[in-house]
């Protein structure tokens, strides 16, 4: 079960890119890289998903190098309502249709962002 | 609006009572998942059900269990309950029946807080 380490917590000012970096170095072939957003008392909301190199959508991009053992992050031009908890977990999808077999959120990145 | 719903909201009970939490999962999901989150604390993972079968375990109690029921709905059970045990308790469903889920994406209902005084 690959473990995740991340920062405890990042600043920002608004309207600046951030990007948070998770550590996943014993990470298996089948496992994805998930980045969920938690706000205070909500349950978190999935952001991004993705294997190998760039995924982009909407809200953010994650860059995911060769190896792997890294993930990153990036949202652009944050503001305040981004201010929230992000958690990077990576998951095995092996063999079952029931999706992630343990799923292990580590304690998360505290982003405030600063007007 | 994730389309999972928990109840109840909030639950205040004392030291070794016994509680029931509820989840209704998205219409369609097959997976359940249960974490319990204290406070200031990240998620920790309890316990996987698949279309009513277990399929993970992770830091559950053994005061605590969970079903899944035929209509997909989920139960945690959590006895003689201390008060180590106040948190978030959420509960997460993914993967549609009807195969559209792709990426495994959870989720997330919006919690039931239980307070034990």
């Known amino acids: 079960l690959a473990k995740t380490t991340q920062p405890i917590s990042m600043d920002s000012y608004e309207g600046q890119e951030v990007n948070i970096t998770c550590s996943h170095n014993?990470?298996?072939?089948?496992?994805?890289i998930t980045w969920y957003q938690q706000f205070p008392s909500q349950g978190p909301r999935f952001i991004i998903q993705?294997?190998?190199t760039k995924v982009t959508n909407e809200v953010a991009s994650l860059f995911i190098p060769a190896d792997r053992k890294s993930s990153t992050l990036s949202l652009p031009r944050v503001s305040l309502s981004d201010t929230a908890v992000y958690y990077c977990?990576?998951?095995?999808?092996?063999?079952?249709?029931?999706?992630?077999?343990?799923?292990?959120f580590g304690t998360g990145t505290k982003l405030q962002v600063i007007p | 609006d994730s389309g999972v719903t928990q109840t109840p909201k909030h639950l205040i009970t004392a030291t070794g009572q016994r509680v029931t939490l509820r989840c209704s999962p998205r219409?369609?999901?097959?997976?359940v998942y249960w974490y319990q989150q204290s406070l200031d604390q990240g998620l920790q993972f309890l316990i996987q059900?698949?279309?009513?079968?277990?399929?993970a375990k992770g830091n559950i109690l053994e005061r605590f269990s969970a079903q899944q029921f035929p209509d997909l709905h989920s139960e945690l059970n959590l006895s003689s309950l201390e008060l180590g045990d106040s948190a978030l308790y959420f509960c997460?469903?993914?993967?549609?029946?009807?195969?559209?889920?792709?990426?495994?994406?959870?989720?997330f209902g919006p919690g039931t807080r239980l307070t034990v005084l």
């Open positions: 993705g294997y190998k």
């Open positions: 059900y698949y279309n009513g079968e277990e399929r």
């Open positions: 977990l990576v998951g095995d999808k092996s063999g079952y249709s029931g999706g992630y077999q343990k799923v292990t």
């Open positions: 219409s369609g999901d097959l997976s």
């Open positions: 997460a469903s993914s993967v549609s029946s009807l195969g559209t889920s792709g990426s495994y994406e959870q989720f």
């Open positions: 014993n990470i298996a072939t089948n496992d994805y």
